[in-house]
C-alpha cells in the first residue's frame, strides 16, 4: 500500500517561498502520477501540479504557473514543490497525492489533476501540510 508523508508547510508574507516535500513508500513503481492539491476553506480542491515519475513531464494548474514547480527524485521516491511569489489566495491545505494506475497522458494533461477520484479512483493521499501566506 502506498503511503504518502508531506511536509514543509508554515507561515510567509506575500510574495515569500515555500518548498513543499512528500516522502512515499510501501511501493515499488517505477511510473507514477504524482502531484500536488491542495485545499482552501469553503473552496472545492485544486491540483495545482502534476508530473509523471519515469518521463519527468509535468502539469501546472493556470493560478500557479510560472510560479510553482514540481520535482522528483525517483531515487529517493520524493516530490517536492518549489512554490516562489506567493499570494494570499495560495492559502489552503496542499496534499501529496499518488497514483500508480493513471495512464502518463492523463498526468500531463491535467485530467488527473482536475479528476483524481474519476476511474480508475486509485488515488493515494498523504495527510497535508498547511500553507498560509499573510502579512
Known amino acids: 500500500r502506498i503511503q504518502l508523508e508531506d511536509s514543509g508547510g508554515g507561515t510567509v508574507p506575500p510574495g515569500g517561498s515555500l518548498r513543499l516535500s512528500c516522502v512515499g513508500s510501501?511501493?515499488?513503481?517505477?511510473?507514477?502520477?504524482m502531484g500536488w492539491f491542495r485545499q482552501a476553506p469553503g473552496k472545492e480542491r485544486e491540483g495545482v501540479a502534476s508530473i509523471y515519475t519515469s518521463s519527468g513531464r509535468t502539469y501546472y494548474a493556470d493560478s500557479v504557473k510560472g510560479r510553482f514547480t514540481i520535482s522528483r527524485d525517483n531515487a529517493k521516491n520524493t516530490l517536492s514543490l518549489e512554490m516562489v511569489g506567493l499570494k494570499s489566495e495560495d492559502t489552503a491545505i496542499y496534499y501529496c497525492?499518488?497514483?500508480?494506475?493513471?495512464?502518463?497522458?492523463?498526468?500531463?494533461?491535467?485530467?488527473?489533476?482536475?479528476?483524481?477520484?474519476?476511474?480508475?479512483?486509485?488515488?493515494?493521499w498523504g495527510q497535508g501540510t498547511q500553507v498560509t501566506v499573510s502579512s
Open positions: 497525492a499518488a497514483d500508480p494506475k493513471r495512464m502518463p497522458y492523463d498526468c500531463y494533461s491535467g485530467s488527473w489533476a482536475r479528476h483524481p477520484d474519476d476511474y480508475p479512483a486509485s488515488t493515494y
Open positions: 510501501g511501493y515499488t513503481y517505477t511510473n507514477l502520477c
